[in-house]
């Protein structure tokens, strides 16, 4: 089942079938070239340094000076959020190639029905491109400076060690979603509950509207964007209202 509403010559097909069809398609452009073991290693690695150098320039480390870790994640978590909701599921000029990797590809391939990888090469549908974590440094750098300059050196390295730890952790653990939830990791219990949370978000009737965290859904919680029925229940009779609203107030 794609994002986008099927074609008239689809009408009538069953949407197993169609899904299938789509998938099948989008899985065939995955470049020869494609490796996914460097794909998921060297990110990782570059990653990792950037903490590890980061980490071991701390030193006489104040107490104070850790609350750095919780805000910093906290600016993340909230950050996942609102890019995942505001920019991967809408169409933004300049930035429609996020969207139609996201959407039209990443949530095609991978559905509630069927959020499981069939084949390694498939992780290039999963991960960031590999270049994603040089962005990241590259971008956090001067937010670090800028934080040792105003607070203290340990606070900018810690800052520079939680948004790389952040970034590592998100594209982990959208990876072990996409396991098959069988296999060792899947069954992990904090896997598979985070597992689930994603799943919801992988029906294309609730993409839009519900679970926009992928690691920790500390701003689904409170923007109340974490699916239940009873929330989607109320969610479709406000958006009914303002419906009605707007055609009674349309001129005549």
Known sequence: ???????????GEPAASIHERH??????RLPGWYS??????????????????AAARIHALRPVELCTIPLTLLAA???EWRVHKWVL??????L????DRHELEHHVVFTYD?????APRELRLIL?????VVLVALINAPLALLTAHYFSLNVGYLYLVTSMFFFLTYEWLHFFYHLPPQSFIGRLPIVARLREHHRRHHDPRLMKAWNFNVTLPLFDWIYGTTWSPAREAAHDAKLARKKERARLTRPA
């Open 114 to 118: 069927d959020l499981s990888m069939r």
């Open 89 to 94: 599921h809408r169409r933004i000029p300049g």
């Open 23 to 28: 998938r099948a398609a989008i899985t065939a």
């Open 36 to 53: 996914p073991i460097p794909h998921l290693a060297l990110p990782s690695a570059f990653g990792l340094a950037c903490l590890l150098f």
């Open 77 to 79: 978590f909230g950050f």
């Open 96 to 99: 429609g190639l996020l969207y």
């Open 128 to 132: 960031m491109p590999a270049y994603a």
């Open 1 to 11: 089942m794609s994002a986008e509403p099927p074609r008239a010559s689809e009408a």
